[in-house]
């Protein structure tokens, strides 16, 4: 039987299937791990709650444990604590931006909130803070389509959430 | 007399019931929209909708304690048995009613989602603090589309007027209370309508003076999604939504 700390290691080598770069530990979707008898318990969270990756990550980590000879695996959805953005730790949301997605911004979303201000949110390309909100929905449900207007090249954000 | 866990069950439905009908209205758009970039937002809002539909019939399911599934409630009920707001079934016919709706619905869920939130029940208030994150945009986008359409062409604002006429008249029916609504307020279980009209009517009356457009006055109010009885609306979705799940039980890809 595996420990806890094998489970968390094995989850770390899976990737999120829409953001490849980062793993589901990484983006704060794995959040909790248990251990019943040769039962091993993942707790999953959603994004958002339409999130269609949610059965491809499911899968993944049923396929992943298989590999790793864990036979029987639950996994649960759980919806509290609430997933934020925060839970995106700095060394994931370099990865995001050298991916070529503007990572969220906490802090220029509390001052839009209270100024009503525009948010600035600097080009993953060129580190331009021209640029603009082209919409609010992008490719994805959790990130937002923006237009660097200094290298003219397209990027999705990923929402303050 | 319900007891509350069957009052419960019922609040479910209604909670469920009326992102997915919303949902399935929205997915009609899908390559089919204006621009884009408006294609992608209404899919994306739809998806949410399925999304928090799924979270809620499950809950509504596991409550009801018959093992009925999600799939099971959305796929394999009846017209009469659907609790979705009247509003949510009303056709989408052009950008500016299918907008108009999305507003009038988001202005809704934004507030009643920020009451569901202090709900005594752990599972509603969890969803609805994951739904309000994402209600937050719609109400942003679609406040944004009406201030457009208020104050930009001619055209664009008697399209806007015309939507008014017709979704105008079910906005009553969203703050319909009956026994369940005023038995599991009692409990602290579910949000006080009463309050969420006031609510409503303020942040409604905010984007409509923006657009510059008035608050429509004296209008006969629709009501029945409490009880089951919808426009006529209703029954062609389900028909569309429904087929292939009726057709072949169980079938999966
Ligand atoms: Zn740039």
């Given at each position: 039987m595996k420990s806890k700390e094998e489970i968390w290691s094995i989850l770390e080598?899976?990737?999120?299937?829409?953001?490849?770069?980062?793993?589901i530990v990484e983006l704060g979707i794995a959040r909790d791990v248990q251990i019943e008898g040769d039962k091993v318990v993942v707790c999953i969270t959603p994004t958002?709650?339409?999130?269609?990756?949610m059965d491809a990550i499911t899968h993944d980590i049923r396929e992943k444990f298989a590999e790793e000879g864990i036979k029987n695996t639950e996994i649960k959805m759980i919806y509290s604590p609430v997933w934020t953005?925060?839970?995106?730790g700095e060394e994931a949301k370099k990865k995001l931006k050298a991916y070529g997605i503007a990572p969220p911004d906490k802090t220029s979303t509390d001052k839009s909130l209270i100024t009503g201000k525009k948010k600035i949110i600097p080009c993953p390309?060129?580190?331009?803070?021209k640029t603009i909100l082209?919409?609010?929905?992008?490719?994805?449900?959790c990130k937002a389509l923006y237009k660097c207007e200094e290298c003219l090249e397209p990027f999705d954000y990923f929402k303050c959430h | 007399m319900k007891n509350t866990s069957e009052h419960l069950f019922e609040y479910c439905l209604r909670l469920g019931d009326t992102p997915l009908i919303l949902g399935q209205r929205l997915a009609e758009w899908c390559g089919h929209g204006p621009i884009l970039e408006e294609d992608i937002a209404m899919t994306n809002i739809s998806l949410d909708c399925i999304g928090q539909a799924r979270a809620f019939l499950t809950y509504a399911g596991e409550i009801e304690?018959?093992?009925?599934t999600e799939d099971d409630l959305a796929y394999f009920r009846n017209e009469r048995e659907f609790r979705n707001l009247?509003?949510?079934?009303?056709?989408?016919?052009?950008f500016a009613q299918t907008m108009l709706r999305q507003f009038l619905i988001s202005a809704f869920h934004k507030h009643f989602y920020s009451e569901l939130?202090?709900?005594?029940d752990k599972t509603l208030s969890a969803l609805a603090e994951k739904s309000l994150k994402e209600v937050n945009y719609h109400f942003r986008h679609s406040s944004e589309w009406l201030k457009r359409f208020g104050n930009g062409t001619e055209e664009s604002r008697t399209r806007l007027m015309n939507a008014m006429d017709n979704l105008?008249?079910?906005?009553?029916d969203m703050f319909d209370m009956d026994e369940t609504d005023k038995h599991l307020v009692e409990c602290k279980i579910a949000a006080d309508l009463d309050k969420i009209k006031t609510l409503w009517n303020k942040s409604v009356e905010e984007v409509f003076s923006e657009a510059g457009i008035d608050m429509p006055k004296d209008v006969f109010m629709m009501s029945g999604s409490r009880k089951g009885?919808?426009?006529?609306h209703l029954g062609h979705i389900l028909a569309e939504m429904q087929s292939l799940a009726r057709s072949f039980p169980g079938a999966s890809w």
């Amino acid at each position: 039987m595996k420990s806890k700390e094998e489970i968390w290691s094995i989850l770390e080598t899976i990737p999120d299937p829409e953001i490849q770069v980062i793993s589901i530990v990484e983006l704060g979707i794995a959040r909790d791990v248990q251990i019943e008898g040769d039962k091993v318990v993942v707790c999953i969270t959603p994004t958002y709650s339409g999130c269609p990756a949610m059965d491809a990550i499911t899968h993944d980590i049923r396929e992943k444990f298989a590999e790793e000879g864990i036979k029987n695996t639950e996994i649960k959805m759980i919806y509290s604590p609430v997933w934020t953005t925060d839970w995106i730790g700095e060394e994931a949301k370099k990865k995001l931006k050298a991916y070529g997605i503007a990572p969220p911004d906490k802090t220029s979303t509390d001052k839009s909130l209270i100024t009503g201000k525009k948010k600035i949110i600097p080009c993953p390309r060129c580190g331009s803070d021209k640029t603009i909100l082209v919409s609010q929905f992008g490719s994805t449900a959790c990130k937002a389509l923006y237009k660097c207007e200094e290298c003219l090249e397209p990027f999705d954000y990923f929402k303050c959430h | 007399m319900k007891n509350t866990s069957e009052h419960l069950f019922e609040y479910c439905l209604r909670l469920g019931d009326t992102p997915l009908i919303l949902g399935q209205r929205l997915a009609e758009w899908c390559g089919h929209g204006p621009i884009l970039e408006e294609d992608i937002a209404m899919t994306n809002i739809s998806l949410d909708c399925i999304g928090q539909a799924r979270a809620f019939l499950t809950y509504a399911g596991e409550i009801e304690g018959k093992d009925r599934t999600e799939d099971d409630l959305a796929y394999f009920r009846n017209e009469r048995e659907f609790r979705n707001l009247l509003i949510t079934e009303q056709p989408n016919e052009d950008f500016a009613q299918t907008m108009l709706r999305q507003f009038l619905i988001s202005a809704f869920h934004k507030h009643f989602y920020s009451e569901l939130m202090r709900s005594a029940d752990k599972t509603l208030s969890a969803l609805a603090e994951k739904s309000l994150k994402e209600v937050n945009y719609h109400f942003r986008h679609s406040s944004e589309w009406l201030k457009r359409f208020g104050n930009g062409t001619e055209e664009s604002r008697t399209r806007l007027m015309n939507a008014m006429d017709n979704l105008w008249r079910y906005t009553g029916d969203m703050f319909d209370m009956d026994e369940t609504d005023k038995h599991l307020v009692e409990c602290k279980i579910a949000a006080d309508l009463d309050k969420i009209k006031t609510l409503w009517n303020k942040s409604v009356e905010e984007v409509f003076s923006e657009a510059g457009i008035d608050m429509p006055k004296d209008v006969f109010m629709m009501s029945g999604s409490r009880k089951g009885k919808h426009t006529e609306h209703l029954g062609h979705i389900l028909a569309e939504m429904q087929s292939l799940a009726r057709s072949f039980p169980g079938a999966s890809w």
